[in-house]
């Protein structure tokens, strides 16, 4: 018998395997969870975008808080006293964090305040057009016959809205607001300098904007129709029970107790941002960066610009035939400000990110 002929291996068998016959287990690792090592290295090397708005009327502390929360200060350094300058027009500020060795690119867009004009009509219309104007850059991009390798991604994906501490309830102008934002944007709304207000005013302040937001259908994020499995319909609910978070903002330390704390120093005290007791900014700031931030951006890509690109596509098939079937036609300023139907079409994860 030739050595070199061997019998076949039962596993190897062409029979087709009975229902009670066990399949063949593997003889060994075929190094499968590797793959996850390199998409760790990837991304080490792409490096994570992240694109913050924050919206609210004048004097509520919005470029503190963002100087808070990345530890980046968009203005003046910390320390030196000076309070930093009033936002007088939307604009965008780009900074690249890099922590233990992973790199976010940061672009913190800043707006000017909301509602303080004394005619408020469509006061809306330039953050909502920023916002699509966004969109509408990225679609460009997508429809290029030959297109960039990484697309650069300036889409906002959470826009932060300040809530003033009134201690009533949501005025009139946000909740309208709210509706139109919320189509377009994952939005997560604070209630701004929480320590003008006790802990009861607060709790009672957080209660009554929950109400509105049930009454008016304003969908803040997390939405509960996109949590997944158990695991973030738990960790979404502790979330949703919390939303509006009461946040101070401070860009100075202090030392209490032998130890330095980022805080707010007053004549009968120093209120600790980080402390829990003192204000909720832990949880805003691990909702934005330790827990939800690729989420977020996930949210972003395959809901709202997807609901986005879905319109403009069916707005292109009333152009006449030819170029305007590969190149949609700009989009005009009405079709950037106007709110889009928010429909669900949440698909498959985009795990992408754009290179430095």
């Known amino acids: 018998m030739d050595p070199l002929r061997r ?25 499968i969870e590797a793959v ?21 009327q004048s004097g509520l502390g919005k470029s503190t808080m ?15 006293g000076v309070p930093p300058p009033q936002t007088l027009q939307l604009h965008s500020v780009t900074h690249v964090i890099e922590e233990k060795g992973v790199k976010l690119k940061l672009t913190v867009t800043d707006t000017p305040g ?6 408020n009509d469509n006061c809306w219309d330039p953050i909502l057009g920023y916002i699509n104007e966004q969109y509408e850059q990225y679609l460009q991009e997508e429809l290029l016959i030959t297109r960039q390798r990484h697309i650069p991604d300036t889409r906002v994906h959470c826009c ?3 809530v003033p ?8 102008l946000d909740i309208e607001f709210l509706q139109r934002l919320c189509q377009t944007v994952n939005v997560v709304p604070v209630i701004a300098r929480a320590d003008s207000l006790t802990m009861e005013e607060r709790e009672a302040f957080r209660r009554r904007i929950q109400q509105n937001l049930r009454t008016h259908c304003i969908n803040v994020y997390p939405q509960m129709c996109f949590d997944e499995d158990i695991n973030d319909r738990i960790l979404n609910s502790k979330l949703r029970d919390r939303i509006p978070f009461a946040v101070v903002g401070a860009d100075q330390e202090h030392l209490v107790n032998g130890r330095c704390v980022l805080g707010r120093k007053t004549n009968w005290g120093i209120i600790e941002v980080e402390n829990m007791a003192h204000c909720e900014f832990p949880l805003l700031r691990d909702l934005l960066i330790r827990s939800h931030l690729q989420d977020l951006k996930d949210i972003t890509h395959n809901v709202h610009y997807e609901n986005y690109r879905v319109i403009r596509l069916n707005e292109s098939h009333l152009l006449p035939r030819g170029p305007g079937w590969v190149n949609l036609a700009p989009a005009s300023p009405g079709q950037l400000t106007t709110p889009r139907p928010f429909k669900v079409c949440r698909g498959a994860h985009d795990d992408s990110d754009d290179e430095f």
């Open 36 to 56: 996850l090592d390199q998409l760790k290295i990837k991304a080490m090397k792409m490096g994570f975008e992240f694109n913050i708005m924050v919206v609210g």
């Open 114 to 119: 909301f509602g303080d004009q004394i005619n």
């Open 160 to 162: 932060v809205y300040f």
């Open 165 to 172: 501490p009134t201690g009533h309830c949501l005025r009139p």
């Open 66 to 80: 963002v100087n808070t929360l990345f530890k980046v200060w968009k203005s003046n350094p910390p320390g030196l």
């Open 7 to 31: 019998s076949p291996s039962p596993c190897l068998s062409s029979r087709p395997s009975s229902p009670s016959t066990p399949p063949c287990e593997m003889l060994g690792p075929v190094g």
